[in-house]
């Protein structure tokens, strides 16, 4: 039998396949300019760079500030980013306050957490208990429905004791947009509970989704739809240029064009552009691309680079 040596493979190979082309993440067809040329707004975004767990940096790429570092995973914020809530490795709880690199433990609360969100007034967390999930089933405590409430001044607690233990988690925790009450299910069956924060009383709803508009979500936001213009929209777009277009019925432009994009062959169908808002005026949008956030004039196209990061978001529309 002819032995094939494993030094001629790579020959072989591309006779029958050919050269294949270099793995390229593209290039901006854009013109490129620094934000600080063509950007007239100074609205806060929120990067997560490579090395650094939150940052902040204006919309015109000034003023960049970073907020705590990568041993700290997000929990919560306010509306206009004045308190932070992380987890540390072991989800104990810790503060950030605005203009401060520094996150403050809450010592008070000596267990690892499952949620903790900031309330509408932005002064109080709203503090639950995570279930230890190590260890054989019948030695694991059971799960409790308390609730804990941190004075962000002061760490003084105020604590709802718990009124059912077991085989529990308590989930899907929010603030009522008045910063009465709150909203959360139990699982594993899923009752909808809601807690008065003044009276202490539980009640117990019907349904879930009735309460949903009253209920405050994740401050996060990445707006893809312009409340000013109906029905403006960004969109990814994948075919003979990736990026991202700006549409209305029907009509669509492109808006962002990454030119020379080749992921090789074991790649998989992710956009090439990941995250992408609206500013607050819907003059200008962010966008994630080749691990940098970005930001275009929808008007002119023209892009400039903000700082390297992996997500970006921002604390929604002033009318929110």
Request: glycine share 6%.
């Amino acid at each position: 039998m002819r032995r094939t040596h494993l030094w001629m493979l790579p020959i072989l190979l591309t006779g029958l396949y050919g050269c294949p082309e270099p793995v390229s993440s593209g290039q901006h067809a854009n013109s490129i300019e620094n934000p600080t040329q063509f950007v007239t707004e100074q609205q806060p975004i929120y990067v997560s760079p490579h090395n650094v767990g939150i940052s902040e940096i204006q919309l015109d790429g000034t003023g960049r500030r970073d907020i705590y570092d990568s041993r700290f995973s997000f929990r919560s914020v306010s509306d206009d980013g004045s308190v932070w809530a992380v987890n540390d490795d072991n989800r104990h709880l810790h503060v950030v306050r605005e203009g401060e690199f520094a996150t403050t433990p809450v010592h008070e609360l000596d267990f690892p957490v499952s949620a903790a969100i900031v309330s509408p007034d932005q002064q109080t967390l709203a503090v639950t208990r995570q279930r230890v999930q190590t260890g054989a089933p019948q030695d694991r405590p059971p799960g409790d429905d308390a609730i804990y409430l941190v004075d962000v001044e002061t760490f003084d607690i105020q604590t709802f004791e718990a009124t059912t233990e077991g085989d529990i988690t308590l989930q899907r925790l929010h603030w009522s947009r008045d910063g009465a009450s709150l909203y959360y299910l139990i699982r594993p069956d899923d009752r909808a509970m809601r807690l008065d924060v003044d009276t202490g009383e539980r009640m117990e709803l019907d349904d879930w989704e009735r309460y949903r508009d009253d209920m405050v979500t994740d401050r996060r936001r990445r707006p893809v739809q312009c409340p000013h213009t109906p029905n403006l929209r960004l969109e990814t777009s994948r075919g003979e240029h990736d990026g991202l277009v700006i549409s209305q019925p029907g009509h669509t432009r492109e808006l962002v064009t990454i030119e020379d994009f080749n992921p090789g062959r074991s790649a998989d169908t992710r956009d090439l552009i990941d995250a992408y808002f609206f500013s607050d005026s819907c003059d200008y949008a962010v966008y994630v691309y080749n691990q940098s956030v970005w930001v275009v004039d929808v008007s002119s196209g023209v892009v400039g680079k903000l700082m390297d990061g992996q997500d970006a978001f921002s604390l929604g529309f002033p009318t929110e």
